[in-house]
């Protein structure tokens, strides 16, 4: 008979999880050791960029990848960038090691109540009952993960449960779409066409459900600006396209501003709405009707106004695609295009956004973690095909760059370019490492205010003195770090070396990394 290992190998080979991102600790030998040549192993130096890593592979494959953290520590370590996976809505199976049960009862040294720190941000979080529904238990995470609205999952196991007897467990299939209700959709598809002046935003659930070009197709026939949800960490719609207005700010009075002049709002794939800073107002102005189409009931129950319908986002574009008559008003005009900056010394953070718009590949993928500079990305780099944009929808640091390792190693043949700040790039800087490793070839572009210029931003908007301490990081020498961790950097201070240097980075046939001084003048936050 098999072993529980055994069984379970077996059973990731069927389910396509033969790459396992980790960081080995004593309770995960068991399942480690001699390891089948056909799984892949992709160690992370730190279980945060583990976590990182294994979420932009699972966003570029569109399916679950596989995590092995060790007990409780490696998964505390992890927990940041867990946190944003469930935010992120990316389906992981996300296992760590526990105690040996034959002593667990004694709390030995790394037992931990692993199940119930994932517990908060995962959709189920379990340790099997017996060794052998091991592999019943990683198949009902597998599917748990991808059913909408997907989300990691977490299992413990106990490290002695890999050598016991078990039954081979073979992989079923399961339908993870729902429809949404289709008289609902004709009602919205009237809505759309007796509108005056309606207005599509754009969300994360348009490219998670596989339907970035459906509403190209949904806008073209509505004949409506497409705006992008608030820090949406997908693109859902290309924003090189004609239609598209812009990014909703993250403050509902100001977003509410912008939303005024229509009297219908589509939401789709998005919460209603996200904000950050406190700036009471409407949700959206009183005379525009609002409504919501997303794949997470949770989305739906608590948005702010407006009316919802829960389904499969995609199966809804293309529903109302078919429905939509073809309306009486005329397609809105393009939107003009922002001039190129002036070169100055130091660089402003709009030139060098500027100059990395003008040197990206057409097909790049970017993973943004700029903070700061974000408005700044937005207004010049505008992705136009599905997955060429990857943030953080919880708003935290260091999941960017080891995402942008894994977006590459789950698609080496496409363009990735990590754009971040200098205090961001510390978070997880071990993901350099990896990326060297395992020959992810990506393009590291440090945005370098030297210091938290977010939260200067926050403290000005706050009406807080110039007195808070730790916002400045002067000597931070990101260069030399990236080379003892095997990646070559070079810094950039003047705007004539800039455009050389992102060219080299992006024809490096390795990883690179470029220090970009630009200057330290703090943006307004909702600038």
């Not at 702010?304 to 986002?313: L, Q």
């Not at 809804?316 to 005009?333: H, Q, T």
Request: proline share 9%; aromatic share 6%; hydrophobic share 40%.
């Amino acid at each position: 008979m098999a072993t529980v290992r055994e069984a379970t190998m077996d059973l990731l080979r069927e389910l396509g999880m033969t790459t396992i991102f980790g960081n080995p600790g004593s309770t995960e030998l068991p399942f480690l050791r001699d390891l089948p040549e056909d799984f892949r192993y992709v160690l992370g130096l730190q279980e945060a960029p583990v976590l990182g890593m294994a979420e932009g592979y699972a966003r570029e494959t569109g399916r679950a990848a596989l995590v092995n953290l060790h007990t409780g520590p490696g998964l505390g370590n992890a927990m940041g960038n867990l946190v944003t996976a469930w935010h992120n809505k990316t389906p992981l199976v996300v296992t760590a090691g526990q105690q040996d049960r034959r002593h667990i009862a004694l709390e030995p040294l790394l037992t931990g109540k692993l199940v119930e720190l994932a517990r908060p941000y995962v959709k189920r979080s379990h340790e099997p009952y017996r060794a052998e529904d091991v592999p019943r238990e990683l198949h009902r995470a597998y599917h748990t993960a991808m059913q909408n609205p997907q989300g990691p999952v977490f299992v413990s196991i106990p490290m002695n449960d890999w050598d016991v007897e078990a039954e081979p467990f073979e992989a079923r299939e399961i339908s993870h779409r729902s429809a949404p209700d289709p008289d609902a959709l004709a009602e919205v598809a009237e809505m759309i066409a007796g509108a005056r002046r309606p207005a599509i935003v754009a969300g994360p659930g348009i490219s998670r459900a596989g339907a970035f070009y459906d509403a190209v197709a949904l806008a073209e026939k509505a004949r409506v600006e497409v705006w992008a949800a608030p820090n949406s960490p997908l693109n859902g719609f290309p924003e090189d396209h004609p239609l598209f207005a812009g990014h909703l700010v993250l403050a509902q009075k100001k977003l509410a501003e912008t939303l005024a002049p229509y009297d219908l709002v589509l939401v789709l794939g998005a919460q209603v709405f996200q904000y950050y800073p406190y700036l009471p107002g409407p949700v959206v102005e009183g005379g525009t009707r609002l409504v919501q189409i997303t794949d997470d009931p949770e989305e739906a129950n608590g948005a702010a106004a407006g009316t919802s319908i829960v389904g499969d986002v995609g199966l809804a574009i293309r529903g109302l695609v078919e429905a939509l008559p073809e309306p009486d008003r005329p397609s809105p005009a393009p939107r003009e295009r922002p001039s190129a900056p002036e070169a100055s010394t130091p660089m402003s953070v709009d030139y060098v956004m500027h100059a990395l718009a003008g040197v990206l590949p057409e097909d790049a993928m970017v993973a943004d973690e700029s903070a700061s500079s974000k408005p700044r990305l937005h207004k010049y780099i505008r992705p136009g095909s599905p997955g060429g944009y990857l943030t953080s929808a919880a708003g935290g640091l260091g999941y960017c760059l080891p995402a942008a390792v894994g977006l590459k190693l789950a698609n080496p043949g496409r363009p990735v370019v990590c754009v971040i700040g200098d205090g961001s790039v510390m978070y997880s800087v071990q993901a350099l490492w990896s990326a060297a490793r395992y020959g992810a070839e990506i393009l590291v572009v440090v945005i370098n205010n030297r210091g938290y210029s977010i939260l200067k931003g926050f403290r000005d908007a706050l009406g807080i003195p110039d007195t808070v301490p730790g916002l400045d990081l002067p000597d931070l020498d990101v260069v030399r770090v990236a080379e003892g961790l095997g990646v070559p950097g070079e810094t950039i201070e003047s705007p004539e070396a800039l455009g050389e240097a992102l060219e080299r980075g992006l024809n490096a046939g390795g990883t690179r990394l470029l220090n970009v001084l630009v200057d330290p003048t703090v943006p307004k936050l909702l600038s």
